[in-house]
Nanobody, 122 residues
Framework: QAQLVASGGGLVQAGGSLRLSCTSS????????VGWSRQAPGMERREGIS?????????DYGNSMKGRFVISRDKDTNTVYLRIDDLKPEDTAVYYC??????????????WGQGTQVTVPS
């Protein structure tokens, strides 16, 4: 059974950094386009952050995140990362990784794993 696992979240003080990891079981993540999204407390919808194709073409969403959120892929370990720098309280959310074979995964396409909680106290 194909599964995605997001990990690396935690409690981080404002201004700190985190690197989230997305790994897979049951399929080779290297062959897929992988995306990250987040859902903040009280928000009904997830917010797309970034996605990276199998050949490392990156699509970023949201001008407010550019520069602080960096997606990358390590094909040796079949892992996709999301590095978040200069964390802010408004970054508090559950972060999810998803995969689709060609396009960036969305809430209507691809599949998603369970999320990892990131908390930045104010």
């Amino acid at each position: 059974q194909a599964q995605l696992v997001a990990s690396g979240g935690g409690l981080v003080q404002a201004g700190g950094s985190l690197r989230l990891s997305c790994t897979s079981s049951g399929f080779t993540l290297n062959d897929y386009t992988v995306g990250w999204s987040r859902q903040a407390p009280g928000m009904e919808r997830r917010e797309g952050i970034s996605c990276i194709s199998a050949n490392n073409v990156i699509t970023d969403y949201g001008n407010s995140m550019k520069g602080r959120f960096v997606i990358s892929r390590d094909k040796d370990t079949n892992t996709v990362y999301l590095r978040i720098d200069d964390l802010k309280p408004e970054d508090t959310a559950v972060y999810y990784c998803g995969a689709d074979y060609i396009n960036c995964p969305t809430t209507q396409s691809g599949f998603w794993g369970q999320g990892t909680q990131v908390t930045v106290p104010s």
